[in-house]
């Protein structure tokens, strides 16, 4: 008796489901076990705290010293809104936002790459009971924490120094900490898109670089051409040094809830691109 064809033939495997781009950009789904995988970070970093906390602190303190006392020499003061200020002081003032935005992008790039993709660490915790969510959260807290460490060490330096003596500058801690939220989570887009560390050159060239010439940390921003300035006023270290510089000078920043929105506005989008880019790239 002969079997039908079409019933012994084998039936093909069911296409692997898709996940949808909204899926993709869902709420993130935050608990409290990021703080396990946070703390298993800052374990790891006390092994190698001595010589990363110098090479994090050496590169801005030279350039502070380098700049602000050599080429303050030549410059002298710099007029900002009507007032003449020393050049160091106005230095010191954009360079601590710059060291934030450096600390916690290197943080959020290299060594976030290096535990997602060549150690394979972000497997391992996800192992146990911990979502993806959770450690990309937790790789942003501590990349915002490694950078608020490290301005605050170059924050104490500068007040032995004796470049300002404003009790106002208690103030600037929480607002690092914020920049270092906000440069973190930019920094995961790019760590979420790369294929090797090479790719990272495009976030420090293309990005990092003009973001710290166009954001009066060296110059007023006064002097830039009209589309340059229009372009600076929304960068998100514009807004920073905008809400920094003047508890150095002892004054409440101008338009400060316009800049605290800016900077809340940058990190909570960057977070949740760098969340969905994340879980893309796990999907594959």
């Not at 003596?165 to 898109?193: D, E, W």
């Not at 316009?258 to 940058?266: D, E, K, P, T």
């Amino acid at each position: 008796m002969m079997t039908d064809a079409t019933t012994s033939a084998p039936q093909p495997a069911p296409a692997p489901a898709q996940v949808s781009p909204p899926a993709l950009f869902r709420p993130p789904q935050i608990s409290w076990r990021w703080l396990p995988v946070f703390r298993r970070n800052l374990l790891a970093w006390r092994k190698l705290a001595v010589p990363s906390l110098v090479g994090n602190i050496a590169e801005p303190l030279i350039t502070l010293v380098a700049f602000g006392y050599g080429l303050g020499m030549l410059v002298g003061q710099v007029q900002l809104n009507g007032t003449a200020v020393p050049y160091i002081l106005f230095l010191a003032s954009g360079s601590i936002c710059m060291s934030a935005m450096n600390a916690a992008s290197f943080e959020a790039l290299y060594s976030a790459f290096s535990r997602m993709n060549v150690q394979r660490t972000w497997d391992g915790i996800m192992n146990a009971p911990v979502r993806l969510d959770d450690v990309v959260f937790a790789e942003m807290l501590w990349a915002a924490y490694k950078s608020l460490f490290t301005s605050a060490v170059i924050l104490a330096v500068m007040l032995a120094l004796g470049i300002s003596h404003s009790p106002m500058l208690l103030l600037a801690l929480p607002l690092l900490a914020l920049v270092g939220i906000v440069f973190a989570s930019i920094a995961l887009i790019f760590n979420a898109l790369a294929k090797g560390y090479d790719f990272f050159t495009y976030y420090f060239s293309l990005f990092l670089t003009p973001t710290m010439f166009l954001s009066g940390v060296f110059f007023p921003r006064d002097q830039l051409p009209g589309v340059m300035r229009v372009i600076s006023d929304w960068l998100p270290l514009t807004a920073a040094v905008e809400l920094i510089r003047p508890l150095f000078l002892g004054q409440w920043p101008a338009q400060a809830l316009l800049h605290l929105a800016v900077l809340v506005a940058y990190g909570v989008a960057a977070f949740w691109i760098a969340l969905a880019l994340t879980r893309r790239r796990f999907r594959n």
